[in-house]
């Protein structure tokens, strides 16, 4: 099979410029604001580090607005990430995990509080709409279940230098909680620098 790579995922919005205010104030990167004929509009926008993008606008879909659930943003400490939604004023809930310790059940249904207790990869939530009710989830992912192809570049030197750095970083911590040097440390810094990826901050 030939790749194919999520590139967009399109939200029906009511008030075009009112999604806009609020995904611009999440910090997410504005691509293209295009205007055509007989009122059509389309807006891309992208959240940080990620490779996807939104649309939304005017003629863009038939769906309702409100109507895109369970939209998933990957991030690697979820209690810092909601802690700075919530501080740009968006209404985001608690952290949570599910009952059942897999996925999270639909709505809020059976949501426990609090991260999950042994902070698995993929365990850990917390979610907020839009202002049309369109539904998304943050879920923490800090190692990725083996098999997953993950496809990194940088674009200059100066980003991967950028990169290592970060790398380097983190594993003096890393040696820290060893109590001892990593003598494995290209291993680790590879997987770091894939899981991180060139945009990470």
Excluded: C
């Excluded at 604001?33 to 649309?55: E, H």
């Excluded at 809020?108 to 042994?118: E, K, N, Q």
């Excluded at 790398?167 to 590879?190: F, I, T």
Aim: glycine residues 10%; without cysteine.
């Amino acid at each position: 099979m030939t790749d194919m790579k999520l590139e967009i995922a399109v939200l029906p919005v009511s008030d075009v410029d009112r999604a806009k205010r609020f995904y611009l104030a999440l910090g997410w990167r504005e691509d293209a604001d295009f205007a055509g004929d007989g009122g059509f509009r389309v807006i891309q926008l992208t959240p940080p580090g990620s490779p996807a993008s939104v649309i939304f606008g005017s003629g863009v879909t038939d769906a309702a607005p409100g109507s895109a659930q369970g939209l998933h943003l990957v991030v690697t400490d979820i209690e810092t990430t909601r802690a700075e939604i919530a501080a740009r004023g968006v209404g985001i809930s608690e952290v949570f995990h599910d009952a059942g310790g897999v996925f999270h059940h639909a709505g809020t249904d059976a949501r426990v509080d609090g991260p999950d207790p042994d902070r698995h990869s993929y365990a850990s939530f917390a979610s907020f709409s839009d202002p049309d009710g369109n539904g998304w989830v943050l879920q923490e992912i800090t190692t990725r279940l083996p098999g997953r192809v993950t496809d990194v570049r940088y674009s200059s030197a100066a980003e991967l230098a950028d990169a290592l750095r970060r790398a380097a970083s983190a594993h003096g911590e890393h040696e820290k909680e060893l109590g001892h040097e990593d003598a494995d440390w290209p291993s680790w810094y590879a997987e770091y620098m894939v899981q991180h990826g060139p945009s990470a901050g």
